[in-house]
């Protein structure tokens, strides 16, 4: 075999490289190498030479090719100058000293440690253990560790069940403009977040949230005269979450048959009606049939999607009124399920108009983070480091731009 193939089969590419010896076993590969003699510049008195003063052997591990372990045994030369000082020769980032294994090593391995399910899993492919593992992830995620000295202008607020050893529930602060995670807080307890704020959310004038009075009053008590902006997916909920109560409630008396298609029709009731086929249709509208309720919260339902719709195009200038107009249609339909609900918009009333007014944010894209998230925490086993979670969730999100999906 040609040597610069075997070099490059090891993905060493550097033309300096020599190639003095190999062996495959059946696991290991061993490949004994010595860069070509070049003059280098004295780091002492910066004369030129290539006079060799000896050689030493460098052990390293490298990438594994075809599943087996590679050896690197790097014969490294010292040179020596004429003002009495001895060097190692320069090796273009092939290893560092002391190090046990290849640089390229170290950050491909590093690569795979924040994608990855589990250190362990990192550790098995790359041919080491898992605290070596979690110590080149601690030392190179150092830059996470630190807060953010401020917060930008907008930021969106959620919390999520990461059952770290700092408690079951994390606060994730993020940034709509990046959609990206700006930090994530160790729970959700209104000081916790209060006191965040206060340090480094000077700059804040909008937060948006799910209907958590928790978070509104912590924020409203951390910042001055934030503009709270309630998620609209979230406040919607509230909307279909009665409608479903309803359905529940009154399917309780029907037949078997209507009883046990009750999950496939609730996803056609929660469907805008115009957006219903002709024989989706004919079933929704026996279904209503079936009880007044029904009827009656499904036109609720419809009331508030118009709303919701026309506000959201801002066809409309009157969100506060036209709101109004649909809390009086609830209060005359008398259904408890809804009033309840409405109950809650008018606690939110200020927030969920904001959502009209700044129709472009919302909390949507921290869903997509929090799912992330959760495939960390399924696939890993022993995550109640809640720091190392947390540089994980970050750092992730920033080797999202380098397009490299492992396992
Ligand atoms: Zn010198």
């Known amino acids: 075999m040609p040597d610069h193939f075997i070099i490059q089969l090891i ?14 076993e059946n696991h290991i590969c061993h490949i004994h190498i010595q860069l070509k003699r070049k003059k280098h510049a004295c780091p002492s008195c910066k004369t030129r030479t290539d006079r060799i003063k000896d050689y030493r052997t460098h ?15 790097y014969r490294k030369r010292r040179y020596a100058c004429s003002c009495g000082k001895s060097f190692d020769e320069k090796n273009q ?38 605290p070596k593992i979690m110590r ?16 930008p202008k907008v930021i969106a607020i959620d919390e999520f069940k990461g059952d770290t050893d700092k408690g079951k529930f994390q606060l994730i602060i993020a940034d709509p403009m990046t959609r990206r ?24 004038e909008m937060v948006i949230m799910d209907l958590s009075s928790t978070f509104k009053n912590a924020v409203q008590q951390a910042l001055d005269k934030p503009v709270i902006i309630a998620d609209s997916f979230h406040f919607s909920r509230y909307i279909y979450w009665a409608l479903n109560k309803v359905r529940v409630r009154v399917q309780q008396r029907f037949s078997e048959k209507d009883r046990k298609h009750g ?28 009880h007044p309720d029904l009827q009656t919260a499904y036109t609720i339902k419809e009331a508030y999607q118009a709303w919701f719709d026309a506000n959201k195009a801002q066809e409309r200038h009157d969100v506060r009124q036209s709101l109004h107009d649909f809390y009086q249609l609830v209060q005359d339909k008398q259904l ?14 200020t927030e969920i108009i904001n959502a009209f007014i700044y129709p472009h944010l919302s909390n949507g894209f921290v869903e997509g983070i929090n799912n992330r998230t959760k495939v960390i925490k399924r696939t890993s086993y022993g995550y109640q480091n809640f720091s190392r979670f947390r540089a994980k969730i970050l750092a992730q999100h920033f080797i999202k731009d380098f397009d490299i999906s492992v396992g």
Not at 104 to 124: C, E, M, V
Not at 181 to 204: C, F, M, S
């Open 11 to 24: 993905g060493l590419e550097n033309k300096n490289i020599q190639l003095l010896d190999y062996s495959i």
């Open 59 to 73: 052990t390293f591990q490298h990438l594994k090719v075809a599943e087996k372990r590679v050896y690197v045994h």
């Open 136 to 151: 080149l992830f601690d030392a190179r995620t150092e830059a996470f560790s630190t807060p953010p000295v401020s917060l």
């Open 336 to 349: 408890p399920e809804f009033i309840k609900a409405i109950g809650t918009f008018r606690r939110w009333e």
């Open 263 to 290: 999950k496939r029709i609730q996803k056609l009731l929660f469907k805008r009606s115009h957006k219903l086929d002709t024989a989706q249709k004919s079933i929704i509208r026996r279904y209503l049939s079936l």
């Open 181 to 204: 995670p700006i930090d994530i807080l160790e729970n959700r307890r209104a000081k916790t977040i209060q006191r965040y704020l206060r340090e480094r959310g000077h700059q804040v």
């Open 93 to 130: 980032g092939l290893v560092a000293r002391y190090q046990r294994f290849s640089t390229l090593w170290h950050q491909a391995a590093l690569f795979h440690s924040i994608s990855a399910p589990s250190f362990t899993y990192t550790a098995k492919t790359f041919g080491t253990t898992a």
